[in-house]
């Protein structure tokens, strides 16, 4: 019974992606997914990669349709950079926690206390925290992004992980922190890294920056999803201990068929990510659902936090000047 469940999943599966590629035709449509989707996702993508590949990619993006296979936040920062483009939303209700932490209220009351210091906002918000912040940054860039800044003091929001992270990188620089949270990245331990380390002897540990500081000690290496491809790529270790969403294994699995990598915990999920599935993806490509937009008076001033982190990134060339 159950290989024969195994089969006849498999080939949905299969049919599917079919009507994926028929109804991408039919709509002039491109998916664009994220590192921690379910694998037969990942499998369906015309493009994947972090918040700062993803950001990057949707400018030069040639089509009418795009498709983001992430989170609502990843979807608004999509059309914030492409508003002359349709952006869908397979599940609505795939949000992040962590952007959930910080409101535009709040943002501008913490800004009267500090007056005159720039917001740094991680990626990982709302249009409407974007448009109340001066520049934005994603795992990959917040260093050089904070760096790059001529003021001392920077309110940083809202992830007091990454932000300290950057603070141990620029002492020099005073971070005010705001105190949201990745829920999964949170959950990683020292003692699990620790226990993982012992079990693995020969694995190296990489370590998202969302991750607790006493558990970035411990590792090798600091990276985004997208500078974990990058390190590993480059390594000559054969094992590595991955303390990101598990969705990351298989695309490092995929690029490094030679290597091996492991969870320090078995909890490290974001359910929000992984609400999207091969039928709701193709739910949105037939019925053109859930169009995600931004109030203009919002999107023009996040639009600007946008493009000047693109800016400080390299990517002043790929601005697109249609989304100014």
Same mark, same amino acid.
């Given at each position: 019974?159950?290989?024969?469940?195994?089969?006849?999943?498999?080939?949905?599966?299969?049919?599917?992606?079919?009507?994926?590629?028929?109804?991408?035709?039919?709509?002039?449509?491109?998916?664009?997914?994220?590192?921690?989707?379910?694998?037969?996702?990942?499998?369906?993508?015309?493009?994947?990669?972090?918040?700062?590949?993803?950001?990057?990619?949707?400018?030069?993006?040639?089509?009418?349709?795009?498709?983001?296979?992430?989170?609502?936040?990843?979807?608004?920062?999509?059309?914030?950079?492409?508003?002359?483009?349709?952006?869908?939303?397979?599940?609505? =209700?795939?949000? #992040? /926690?962590?952007?959930?932490?910080?409101? *535009?209220?709040?943002?501008? @009351?913490? !800004?009267?206390? %500090? &007056?005159?210091?720039?917001?740094?906002?991680?990626?990982?918000?709302?249009?409407?925290?974007?448009?109340?912040?001066?520049?934005?940054?994603?795992?990959?860039?917040?260093?050089?992004?904070?760096?790059?800044?001529?003021?001392?003091?920077?309110?940083?929001?809202?992830?007091?992980?990454?932000?300290?992270?950057?603070?141990?990188?620029?002492?020099?620089?005073?971070?005010?922190?705001? =105190?949201?949270? #990745? /829920?999964?990245?949170?959950?990683?331990? *020292?003692?699990?890294?620790? @226990?993982? !380390?012992?079990? %693995? &002897?020969?694995?190296?540990?990489?370590?998202?920056?969302?991750?607790?500081?006493?558990?970035?000690?411990?590792?090798?290496?600091?990276?985004?999803?997208?500078?974990?491809?990058?390190?590993?790529?480059?390594?000559?270790?054969?094992?590595?201990?991955?303390?990101?969403?598990?969705?990351?294994?298989?695309?490092?699995?995929?690029?490094?068929?030679?290597?091996?990598?492991?969870?320090?915990?078995?909890?490290?999920?974001?359910?929000?990510?992984?609400?999207?599935?091969?039928?709701?993806?193709?739910?949105?490509?037939?019925?053109?659902?859930?169009?995600?937009?931004?109030?203009?008076?919002?999107?023009?001033?996040?639009?600007?936090?946008?493009?000047?982190?693109?800016?400080?990134?390299?990517?002043?060339?790929?601005?697109?000047?249609?989304?100014?």
């Amino acid at each position: 019974m159950q290989k024969y469940t195994e089969n006849t999943n498999k080939k949905y599966a299969e049919k599917l992606k079919r009507r994926i590629t028929q109804l991408k035709k039919k709509r002039n449509a491109v998916i664009i997914v994220h590192n921690y989707q379910r694998d037969e996702v990942q499998d369906i993508a015309d493009i994947t990669g972090d918040s700062l590949g993803l950001s990057r990619a949707a400018i030069k993006i040639d089509a009418d349709i795009i498709v983001f296979c992430g989170v609502h936040f990843m979807a608004e920062t999509a059309y914030i950079l492409n508003c002359n483009k349709t952006v869908l939303l397979p599940v609505k =209700e795939a949000g #992040c /926690p962590m952007a959930d932490m910080i409101t *535009p209220e709040a943002l501008r @009351a913490k !800004k009267e206390q %500090y &007056p005159g210091v720039p917001v740094v906002c991680y990626v990982n918000t709302s249009a409407d925290i974007k448009a109340e912040s001066d520049i934005c940054c994603t795992s990959q860039n917040a260093v050089e992004v904070v760096s790059s800044l001529k003021s001392k003091r920077v309110l940083f929001v809202p992830d007091r992980n990454l932000g300290a992270y950057v603070q141990s990188c620029l002492p020099d620089k005073d971070i005010i922190l705001w =105190e949201g949270f #990745c /829920p999964t990245h949170i959950s990683v331990l *020292p003692d699990q890294i620790n @226990a993982a !380390k012992r079990l %693995y &002897p020969e694995a190296e540990f990489i370590a998202h920056p969302e991750c607790d500081p006493a558990v970035l000690k411990l590792a090798e290496n600091v990276a985004s999803t997208g500078g974990m491809i990058k390190y590993v790529k480059r390594s000559r270790c054969k094992e590595f201990i991955i303390g990101t969403e598990l969705g990351m294994l298989y695309r490092l699995r995929q690029d490094n068929p030679d290597k091996k990598f492991y969870l320090p915990t078995g909890h490290l999920l974001c359910a929000n990510m992984k609400l999207t599935t091969l039928g709701w993806i193709v739910n949105a490509l037939e019925l053109m659902v859930h169009k995600i937009t931004v109030p203009e008076h919002i999107r023009g001033r996040a639009y600007y936090a946008v493009e000047r982190m693109l800016k400080i990134s390299g990517e002043k060339k790929w601005v697109s000047v249609s989304g100014a």
